[in-house]
């Protein structure tokens, strides 16, 4: 069973339209969430990250986490085309003895039509 | 601030070789942490270092292995190469470890196994 998932798309929006980029895990002991945005070519970049319950506003991005539900979604407002990327979905799980692991979801394609 | 580096950037090997993977972090970040890209599986975590000490591992065979340096920059060894080793190889570099979630990612090695 996957640890992570995410739709792969792609996924296609108008530009100013809002994208919905959900992700579902499996460890109910899942402590930290984030989200990535890759560029094709380029490397991962941070853009979010949510540790409670609720929502988390940045900029035209917002992080949601339902921990009951394992479900964390990224929404994007005024999308625009430079927001066509991969986002990645991180998910840090205490792995025993301190230690961590962080386990990313194998992305979602978006795709800002002009 | 400089950002995270990787070399060699690209690199062809051939089955049963091995191949040694450099990373230099971010200047005052002492966790660097290494991934493998592939389009089927892709960013999964090898391992995560932490002021020279391994801290935390993923599922990889011991055919995969790192250590890291007194000056945080990290090398990442990979011995008797197999075709599915062929991968994109990113290091990321983290002020307080992957338990954190904010990771800096390198721009990445690229290794094909022939």
């Known amino acids: 069973q996957k640890e992570v998932e995410q739709n792969s798309g792609p996924l296609s929006v108008p530009e100013g339209a809002i994208a919905s980029l959900n992700c579902t895990y499996s460890?109910?002991?899942?402590?930290?969430f984030f989200w990535y945005r890759q560029y094709s070519g380029k490397s991962p970049e941070l853009i979010m990250s949510i540790y409670s319950n609720g929502d988390k506003e940045d900029g035209r991005f917002t992080a949601q986490l339902n921990k009951a539900s394992q479900y964390v979604s990224l929404l994007i407002r005024d999308s625009q085309p430079s927001d066509s990327a991969t986002y990645l979905c991180a998910v840090n799980s205490d792995s025993g003895g301190s230690n961590y692991k962080l386990t990313f979801g194998k992305g979602t394609l978006l795709t800002v039509n002009p | 601030k400089a950002g995270v580096t990787q070399t060699p950037r690209y690199l062809i090997k051939t089955r049963g070789q091995q191949v040694t993977l450099s990373c230099s972090p971010i200047?005052?970040?002492?966790?660097v942490s290494w991934y493998q890209q592939t389009p089927g599986q892709g960013l999964q975590f090898l391992f995560e270092y932490f002021s020279e000490t391994q801290r935390n591992k993923g599922n990889f065979p011991g055919r995969f292995s790192g250590r890291q340096f007194s000056n945080s920059r990290s090398e990442m060894n990979v011995s008797t190469l197999e075709l599915g080793d062929s991968a994109l190889y990113l290091c990321?570099?983290?002020?307080?470890?992957?338990?954190?979630?904010?990771?800096?990612f390198g721009e990445g090695s690229r290794l094909t196994v022939l």
């Open positions: 990321a570099s983290s002020l307080g470890g992957i338990n954190t979630g904010e990771l800096f």
């Open positions: 460890d109910r002991g899942s402590q930290s």
């Open positions: 200047s005052g970040h002492r966790s």
